[in-house]
């Protein structure tokens, strides 16, 4: 493994990027990737409207206001949101901005997994990038692990 | 000279989208468009099935990419190579512009008052603007039905302080395009003046973009012009100092798009308005073919003005077409 890291994320890390760079020492067929956090919903529904009603505060017309809060659940359920890029030695290597709390992404010279661009898999210095958008839940686990394949074909991960 | 239908703003499964881009391009040619963006979220992956998509579809498809950040939506297009989003923070966006920018990208504010985190991540627009000029547009119409929505009339009155405060930036409509499910809503349509055909669409669409070259419509097409003494301006358009009076003409072309638009009452209204207010309206009697009023406006005092056409649509009074302003030194 290039990186297998557990940590959990708080309210706090919502609006910021954790980067995990490793080192590829020579250059390799593939990369694989699996990334995975939890949980994905904010159950406590009081909770949810209490953040709710404080965006509303920020983003609706006073005038606005009362109708938004009315139509509060058409928010609901609130949930995390962490996405994931990848730079390889020369730069950007695109971005998976999706919903999924469960993702396996596959890199290699001929095939990608969707938003990651494929081609070569240099060696040199490489940066997985955690952007935490929204972080509702009071801790949020998430554990990503990163492993260089000698085959271009998606393999399990080790 | 020709008016391109574009939509601005869609996203594939190389995001949160739904669609590949060869069914978004087949949905959008199905639509009527002859254009569409490719603004994934935060990357441009989507682009390597570009050619592909284009030939098969007849669309034209121009690179983009949606900065999806922590503290707005900027929509970026006309640009292949990758500039990092990473970067911003509520201080520093004008730096993203001018890399987008040298890059031969245009760059817009995205949805700018939809209801922002944790609702929507970063859906609502937090940057610090310095200098408005700065950017190429403002995307005022976002969704579907997009003139009655609250957080559309928002972007638009942003739209329309920025014009009034002197600053020259343009107006938009972009689906925001996820998902390929039909809808029955009205669907918005951005058109783009291409000036000279003898070149690639994509290069001219963007050119058309950064000048305000764009009508914008979910109906027939709002076309404006300003005649002097000494010369004729089309939207986006300086009419220099100097110019005591114009003619302008409004033109409502109501066979674009055959089909796929409605209008359930036909009378409608065609208003120009400026940062003096508006000037004048007139009722729209006739809905086939292009329909052409003429009035002459004194341009004393006058920074930019635009028209505006006004009916009924599933029984809302509401704007349904809008050209980009033509300015006035
Ligand atoms: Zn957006
Ligand atoms: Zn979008």
Redesign the pocket.
């Known amino acids: 493994m290039l990186i297998d890291i557990q940590a959990n994320a708080t309210p706090e890390d919502s609006r910021t990027h954790v980067r995990f760079p490793f080192k590829l020492n020579e250059p390799a067929c593939a990369i694989g990737i699996h990334f995975e956090y939890s949980p994905k919903r904010l159950d406590d529904d009081s909770r949810a409207r209490e953040l709710l009603e404080q965006s509303f505060e920020q983003y609706v017309l006073p005038e606005r206001l009362a109708l938004a809060k009315e139509r509060t659940d058409r928010y609901l359920p609130l949930q995390n949101l962490i996405t994931l890029s990848v730079d390889d030695p020369d730069g950007y290597r695109g971005a998976c901005h999706r919903h999924d709390p469960v993702q396996s992404l596959w890199i290699s010279e001929h095939d990608a997994s969707p938003g990651l661009m494929k081609g070569k898999i240099a060696a040199g210095e490489w940066t997985i990038t955690l952007s935490l958008h929204a972080i509702v839940t009071e801790r949020c686990a998430y554990r990503l692990q990163v492993w260089a394949a000698d085959e271009e074909e998606r393999g399990e991960r080790p | 000279m020709r008016w391109l239908a574009c939509e601005l703003?869609?996203?594939t499964l190389h995001?949160d989208g739904k669609m590949t881009l060869m069914e978004l391009a087949s949905a959008a040619a199905k639509l009527g468009f002859e254009c569409v963006a490719l603004?994934?979220?935060n990357t441009m992956s989507g682009l390597a099935d570009k050619e592909a998509a284009e030939r098969r579809t007849g669309i034209a498809i121009l690179p983009g990419m949606?900065w999806?950040t922590f503290h707005g939506?900027m929509?970026t297009v006309g640009l292949a190579e990758y500039v990092d989003w990473r970067e911003a923070n509520t201080r520093n966006i004008h730096e993203g512009v001018s890399a987008v920018h040298a890059r031969g990208g245009a760059a817009g504010l995205?949805?700018p008052f939809r209801i922002g985190s944790p609702a929507c991540t970063g859906c609502y627009w937090e940057y610090e603007v310095d200098d408005w000029n700065d950017f190429d547009y403002i995307e005022a119409w976002s969704g579907t039905f997009a003139p009655i929505k609250t957080d559309n009339a928002r972007a638009f009155s942003l739209w329309t302080d920025k014009l009034n405060e002197g600053y020259r930036l343009a107006a938009t409509s972009?689906r925001?395009?996820?998902d390929a499910a039909e809808t029955d809503e009205p669907i918005s349509v951005t058109y783009l003046r291409l000036e000279d055909e003898s070149r690639p669409i994509g290069e001219e669409a963007i050119e058309a973009l950064r000048r305000g070259r764009v009508s914008v419509t979910i109906g027939p097409l709002v076309t404006l012009e300003a005649e002097t003494a000494g010369a004729r301006y089309g939207i986006g358009d300086v009419v220099p100092v100097g110019e005591r009076a114009a003619t302008v003409r409004i033109g409502i072309d109501f066979s674009v798009r055959q089909g796929l638009w409605t209008l359930d009452d036909p009378a409608c209204r065609i208003r120009l308005s400026g940062n003096k207010g508006v000037w004048e309206e007139s009722a729209i009697r006739e809905t086939e073919g292009t329909q052409e009023f003429r009035m002459s406006v004194e341009t004393e005092g006058l920074l930019w003005m635009r028209a505006e056409l006004w009916g009924i649509v599933r029984g809302v009074t509401t704007m349904i077409a809008f050209t980009n302003a033509i300015y006035f030194d």
């Open positions: 703003h869609a996203h995001s603004t994934d979220h949606e999806t939506h929509v995205a949805h972009g925001d395009w996820h």
